[in-house]
Structures are given as C-alpha cells and as structure tokens.
C-alpha cells in the first residue's frame, strides 16, 4: 500500500497523534510501522547500536537525538544490521549517513537530514523512555507509523479494514 497514513488517519481520526512536517525518508522501504521502542541521546549512537543488534520483528526504533545535525545517529553498517535483525524502521530526530547504501537497505529511515560526520560513542542515552519532538510524545510500546507523507503514532496497534 503506498500511501498508508491518509488511510489510517482517515479510518481512524481519532486514534492517531500526527507528528509535525520534518522528517525525509531514506531507507529501503516507502511506508513501514511497528511497536515503538525509544532512545534518547545526544551526539552519541552506542545505545543504537546495542539495539539495532537484537530481534526487533514487529519494532520501529525511534532516536530522539535532540535536532543535532552535527553528526549521524545511523550509518549503513548500523542500519543493515537491524535489518538483517528484521526491524521495520528507524526514524531519527537528527541525521543520519551513508545515504545511498541505506536506501538500498530493506528497512524504513526517517531522519531530519544527513551529514558525513559519525557520532562519538561513550555510551550515553537513555533506552525506552517517553521522547517528545514534533509536537508529539513517542511512548515506548505504543505504535509508530510512517511513509512519504509523514509520521503518526497510535496509542493501539492500527490495521486498515
């Protein structure tokens, strides 16, 4: 399906908070949705890494790196390997790099924009805690949605009738 959030937020007006206008998709796959786990970190990507690095079927990561376009939260070596851990998506507040290997990556990437420059990695952030950017609060274990229209998270778990 290629435009799923008219759709959802036709069906369902009233179960869908829509995150402001900022967000690019890079990745692989147009349209991709799943069960919200969250990282907040600044400049520093050790926590994607950990995550990216275990089973996340049915999970959208969602990286709330505080607006920072100084450095890349994701690059295609991170996201091949959730990929190949069968994550759905990644969507960044913040940029990401490697931008012509990920979009061949079978996995969906939202980010505010790119920049070559890696993150420092000290291991700081914070795992599965609420995140709040685009006027909307992403709660780890409720449901992101996105495509080329946007993104829009769920309370519950949304299919199309």
């Known amino acids: 399906m290629e435009d799923l959030l008219p759709e959802l937020c036709d069906q369902f007006p009233d179960l869908v908070r829509v995150v402001e206008p900022m967000f690019a ?35 959208v990561l969602v990286v709330d790196g505080g607006a920072s376009m100084r450095r890349a939260m994701l690059g295609d070596m991170l996201a091949e390997k959730a990929a190949s851990n069968g994550w759905e998506g990644i969507i960044i507040y913040g940029c990401i790099r490697d931008v012509n290997a990920i979009g061949e990556t079978d996995i969906g990437v939202q980010a505010l924009g790119t920049i070559p420059l890696k993150t420092d990695k000290k291991g700081v952030g914070e795992l599965n ?24 998270v769920s309370a519950q778990k949304l299919e199309l009738a």
């Open 25 to 59: 998709n890079f990745g692989g796959r147009e349209n991709f949705g799943g069960e919200i786990v969250t990282i907040k970190a600044f400049e520093d990507n050790s926590l994607v890494r950990e995550q990216v690095a275990q089973p996340g079927e049915g999970k």
């Open 129 to 152: 805690i609420p995140v709040t950017f685009g006027g909307v609060t992403f709660n780890p274990g409720e449901y992101v949605y996105a495509d080329n229209n946007g993104v829009l």
